[in-house]
């Protein structure tokens, strides 16, 4: 009997963890597994505000694939997925093609722009490595640029982030901690810099305690941040965001408008056949799609249904990383011959939210709140206990976030 062929698409958390999963549970004469990543890298998403912001070296969030993954164990092959052929079990790459006989998608998000006039054109995303090295570089050139205009610019200081999600607050937290230093590295007045958070929705992070909300924004506020919520962005162009509220149209002029409003599944998915929700499949407990016994379906691309809330579960780090870990075991199930699976339930610990490198918020332990400084830590926990659990601790030494004081 021929070992079956399992291929892992993407190497994001669910995909990576998955690869690591099976590497130490399956031996070379039971299956052969592919990783498939267009990168070299892997890359911890929930660190690119980092790096979008300036704080941390984009170097210190990427992971080499073959310093965690066994390539004896795991074939890695460095190549864009183009097309996924369901009906013949095939995958489609940029330079060739692989069959499986079962199959893990993990292959992220991509940014959903709700249709708002120039915004693919003219908005930032933080989503990659490669985005994320572009905001840094694009804000600094635009604080290097303002100095060597006779006719001072103001669109060039005035930095506009849509979305007061996660992302969008984690990320105007890491600017509020690093505009001061490119204030003084440019010789820009600091007060000439604004950094401005426009949310449609009534609140800042939505769904997030009250409590917690509001010490988020007193925190921000404090060092700079402007918020601008119940605000619908309208459109942007070159040189401005449009956003009304209350009725009112309002203009800010700027060169930097960085989009951290929205995610959807990979589009790839969806042209796969699939049935989808903006990118996103139902899965069934087993995370497998309804009809498709032969495909798991991991991270942002997978959609769960939490049925206290009856709404989809957000597509985290934390669950991407729970799904992985399943999705291996039973995987090694099928096979050794046994196909009774086991039912996915997210085991959610927290969440925690940053504000910069030294202020934070986060709900842990079945609603215990954090603040401050407690809350950093804690943020730090969970991000040394992944690189843990994905390379052990020679990983940990080199990538961990071990300085608790700063």
Not at 351 to 379: C, N, P, Q, R
Request: glycine share 8%; with cysteine.
């Amino acid at each position: 009997m021929k070992n079956p062929n399992i291929v892992i698409l993407g190497a994001g958390y669910g995909g990576i963890m998955t690869a690591v999963k099976l590497q130490k549970s399956l031996g070379v004469n039971e299956a052969n597994i592919t990783l498939v990543n267009k990168h070299s890298y892997h890359y911890q998403t929930t660190w690119l505000h980092e790096n979008a912001a300036g704080t941390l070296h984009h170097d210190r969030t990427r992971i080499q694939i073959k310093d965690v993954v066994n390539t004896s164990k795991v074939n890695f092959v460095q190549d864009t997925v183009t097309d996924i052929k369901q009906e013949d079990k095939k995958v489609m790459l940029e330079n060739g093609e692989l069959s499986y006989d079962y199959l893990v998608i993990g292959l992220g998000f991509e940014a959903a722009t709700f249709g708002i006039s120039g915004l693919k054109e003219n908005a930032y995303t933080i989503n990659s490595i490669n985005s994320a090295r572009l905001i840094r570089q694009h804000i600094e050139y635009n604080f290097a640029k303002y100095n060597n205009e006779s006719d001072k610019k103001q669109e060039r200081l005035n930095i506009v982030v849509g979305g007061a999600g996660f992302t969008g607050i984690e990320f105007v937290g890491e600017l509020a901690n690093r505009i001061p230093e490119l204030c003084k590295e440019y010789d820009v007045p600091r007060d000439r810099v604004r950094i401005i958070n426009v949310e449609a929705a009534p609140t800042a992070l939505p769904g997030f305690d009250p409590e917690l909300v509001e010490y988020a924004m007193n925190s921000l506020e404090a060092r700079g941040v402007e918020f601008k919520i119940g605000a619908m962005i309208k459109e942007v162009t070159e040189n401005k965001l449009v956003f009304e509220k209350d009725e009112q149209r309002e203009e800010i002029e700027t060169n930097t408008v960085v989009w951290a409003a929205g995610v959807r599944g990979n589009s790839l998915v969806e042209e796969a056949g699939f049935e989808a929700n903006r990118g996103r499949i139902p899965v069934r407990d087993d995370l497998r799609p309804e009809g498709h016994d032969d495909v798991f379906i991991v991270g942002d691309c997978a959609l769960i249904m939490n049925e206290e809330t009856e709404r989809p579960y957000p597509p985290t780090a934390q669950i991407a990383i729970q799904q992985a870990e399943h999705t291996a075991a039973n995987l090694v199930r099928l096979v050794k011959g046994d196909n009774h699976l086991e039912a996915f339930k997210p085991d959610l610990k927290g969440t925690v939210a940053s504000l910069g490198h030294d202020d934070a918020i986060g709900v842990v332990f079945d609603d215990k709140k954090l603040f401050g400084w407690s809350a950093t830590a804690m943020k730090k926990v969970i991000d040394n206990r992944y690189l843990l659990k994905l390379g052990g601790i020679g990983l940990l030494l080199k990538k961990g976030k071990l300085n608790f004081f700063h």
